[in-house]
């Protein structure tokens, strides 16, 4: 009996898989989607997961408004490319410092003020004399800073790194302390972080989540993921905005803009302001929890502060036009 030809034979089976391969993508092609993306379920908001109604709107003077901060007396401060604003707890403007940097960041801790810009952060007292400067190098882009336990912690955008430096401006260690170099997925120069309770949380963007460590480094919580579902982070590179509270996160996000307050958990607690509040995809700058109990929002498209107020129980009360 005649042996069959094992080139012959893999040539034939070669061409079997093309024709295989061919026929299926055709067939695929040829059937319409079942599921289209619909960008309208996304902006959907079931009313009745909306805590909170506009009460009041502060308009800015400030060309480009890039970041909010709450001072320990309520002072609120709005960061702009060159200057900063404090405001009073209704909104009237108490003080304008004009900057002579093109400002990133902002945060307010322990009477201190620290602005960021570029690849430096400068610690401000109160009275605007600058007490420390922190040079991270020409490569550094920082985008969010804050003061916890006496400690600077910086989110490095450019760098995809966050660190954690002494009273004296010495990187301690790396937040997480092993790290590597793509831990951080950064779409865009955006990285948001917030310390509460010894605790920095950051925003890992591209990942869509947030991770909680210890100064350390240890990880203590992960909370967020991707999806279609209210509480989760949908897009490329979310939430934009991050502040934390005794009850959990107060989240902002772009392309589907929205604000939600999550239990650490990332359970929904509710939605505090809706895609409908907003004109613009990319308004969302920064939030914040005031002492009132009230949720600030830097809408940087209409360049002013909105302020939101917990609706009454079985309350329906009318928004402010916006």
Same mark, same amino acid.
């Given at each position: 009996?005649? *042996? ?21 993508? !055709?067939?695929?092609?040829? !059937? ?33 408004? *890039? ?24 909104g ?11 400002a990133?960041?902002?945060?307010? *801790? ?7 810009? !570029? ?9 605007g ?17 804050d ?11 450019? %760098? ?86 005794e009850?959990?996160?107060l989240? %902002? ?7 939600? !307050? ?61």
């Amino acid at each position: 009996m005649r *042996r069959a030809n094992p080139v012959l034979l893999l040539a034939v089976l070669a061409v079997m898989i093309v024709v295989v391969v061919v026929l299926v993508i !055709q067939s695929q092609q040829s !059937q319409p989607l079942s599921q289209p993306f619909d960008a309208r379920a996304l902006r959907a908001v079931d009313p009745a997961l909306i805590t909170h109604h506009q009460v009041d709107e502060w308009p800015l003077e400030l060309a480009d408004p *890039r970041a909010m901060a709450i001072a320990d007396d309520g002072t609120v401060l709005v960061l702009g490319e060159d200057a900063l604003i404090g405001l009073d707890a209704t909104g009237i403007q108490r003080f304008r410092w004009s900057l002579p940097v093109a400002a990133t960041a902002l945060a307010a *801790r322990d009477g201190r003020i620290l602005i960021a810009e !570029q690849g430096r952060v400068h610690v401000v007292s109160g009275d605007g004399a600058v007490v420390m400067q922190v040079d991270l190098g020409p490569d550094s882009h920082v985008t969010a800073v804050d003061v916890i336990n006496g400690d600077l912690v910086v989110a490095d955008a450019r %760098g995809r790194r966050v660190l954690r430096l002494d009273a004296e401006g010495a990187v301690v260690n790396t937040i997480p302390s092993r790290i590597p170099a793509d831990h951080y997925r950064v779409p865009e120069l955006s990285m948001a972080l917030h310390g509460h309770g010894g605790v920095v949380h950051v925003v890992n963007p591209g990942q869509l989540r947030i991770e909680s460590y210890d100064l350390a480094g240890n990880q203590v919580n992960l909370t967020g993921r991707s999806g279609s579902k209210i509480e989760d982070f949908s897009g490329c590179h979310n939430p934009v905005a991050l502040f934390v509270t005794e009850q959990g996160f107060l989240t %902002g996000e772009k392309g589907v803009a929205r604000v939600k !307050q999550l239990d650490p958990d990332g359970r929904l607690l509710g939605v505090v302001a809706t895609p409908a509040d907003f004109a613009n995809a990319q308004a969302i700058i920064a939030v914040l929890a005031d002492a009132q109990g009230r949720v600030l929002v830097l809408d940087g498209h209409r360049r002013m502060v909105r302020v939101f107020a917990e609706r009454a129980e079985g309350g329906d009360e009318d928004d402010d036009d916006e």
